[in-house]
């Protein structure tokens, strides 16, 4: 893939932030982005990096009425050998192809989707932090842009990445975090969109995180749309729960979505020998663990957060507490490791770093 360059001159560039612990999340952008159009008949083409800046799009775009839009989230890290890195790129690349498959999108190549934010990474290169817990985070988007009313799928597809630097995601940190359980609203159903990463799933759970914040609660822990017994995700990310020797997961059964971080953390324990298992998890069984003490730990896993770890969440109007309240044991082990793995600080056997630059 040819990619097109128009690059600012430096002074008319962006200046850097000065206080990498101020970064916050999504809030600072580079100077430039990817973009690439799609045609029908014509394929993928015009691959080019431009300065930052607004689309133009005609008021009947088809993804402003219909929602055909997916996205990813990815991040590029300074290793301690000044080098840059990314986690897992590949598998990216292949959920946001299963995304599009599921909303009737083109599916950008694998190869394409790589180069093309391996390129952007290393062009904006000088803007990625070298702080602990800092990175540079990665956005690859697709949105239709057919002019529309009709419902249809779109001809025509805009596909770019933003990147900008970003520090933790939750405002406690690494500290345990405090979630609600959703007991009126559901996220996804089966047979729905949940397993992709589009973004009505997440306007869909926005009324239920307000009221969640309003609460005082950083997060909301999903159930199953039949029941409101299944436990499924967290707004932001998949859940775990350590009960006695086993750590537990949701399935992928097309509710939630196939985290990178998830598969990760299922393969760690697997190489560690700790049980860590895929299963129906109900609410009811939490309880029952918490109540007997066989609760040990319980955190989210994402790009964003990495590790997340919960030391209470509420249900039906009372707070339980997890294990001590503080962080568990295998939650910490997991959050080292990840973080080590990435910045090329510890051995990455299972080959998920790639060396950008």
């Not at 999340?25 to 930052?52: C, K, L, N």
């Not at 933003?162 to 609203?185: D, L, R």
């Not at 559901?186 to 914040?213: C, D, I, M, Q, W």
């Not at 985290?259 to 069984?285: F, P, Y």
Request: glycine share 10%; net charge negative; proline share 6%.
């Amino acid at each position: 893939m040819e990619i097109k360059k128009e690059l600012l001159p430096a002074d008319q560039r962006k200046p850097k932030p000065t206080d990498e612990n101020a970064l916050g999340f999504g809030r600072i952008f580079s100077d430039h982005m990817f973009v690439m159009d799609y045609h029908e008949g014509r394929g993928w083409h015009d691959a080019r990096i431009v300065p930052y800046g607004p689309f133009s799009l005609d008021p009947a775009a088809l993804v402003l009425h219909y929602g055909q839009e997916v996205f990813e989230g990815l991040k590029a890290y300074r290793g301690a050998d000044g080098g840059i890195y990314m986690f897992r790129p590949q598998a990216n690349a292949k959920r946001m192809q299963r995304s599009c498959a599921r909303l009737c999108m083109a599916q950008v190549p694998e190869e394409d989707f790589l180069e093309a934010i391996y390129e952007l990474v290393r062009v904006e290169r000088d803007w990625i932090p070298s702080s602990p817990g800092t990175s540079l985070y990665v956005r690859p988007t697709m949105i239709a842009t057919e002019a529309a009313l009709g419902v249809k799928i779109s001809d025509e597809y805009l596909f770019y990445v933003i990147v900008g630097p970003v520090g933790a995601y939750y405002p406690e940190g690494f500290n345990p975090t405090k979630i609600y359980v959703e007991e009126k609203y559901v996220r996804a159903a089966p047979g729905g969109t949940g397993e992709a990463k589009t973004a009505g799933n997440y306007a869909a759970s926005l009324l239920a995180f307000h009221e969640a914040h309003q609460k005082g609660y950083t997060q909301v822990l999903w159930l199953d749309a039949c029941d409101r017994q299944g436990i499924e995700e967290v707004g932001t990310s998949n859940m775990f729960f350590v009960i006695g020797d086993e750590v537990i997961t949701a399935p992928l059964n097309g509710t939630i979505l196939p985290g990178v971080t998830r598969d990760s953390v299922l393969k760690l324990c697997e190489h560690w020998g700790i049980k860590a298992v895929e299963r129906r998890i109900t609410i009811d069984e939490v309880l029952a663990a918490q109540a007997d003490g066989s609760l040990k730990e319980a955190f989210g896993s994402g790009t964003a957060a990495v590790i997340s770890p919960v030391g209470s969440f509420a249900y039906k109007g009372k707070e339980y507490q997890v294990g001590d309240g503080g962080v568990g044991e295998i939650s910490r082990r997991l959050y080292d490791e990840i973080i080590g793995i990435q910045l090329g600080q510890k051995p990455d056997p299972f080959g998920w770093v790639v060396k950008v630059a």
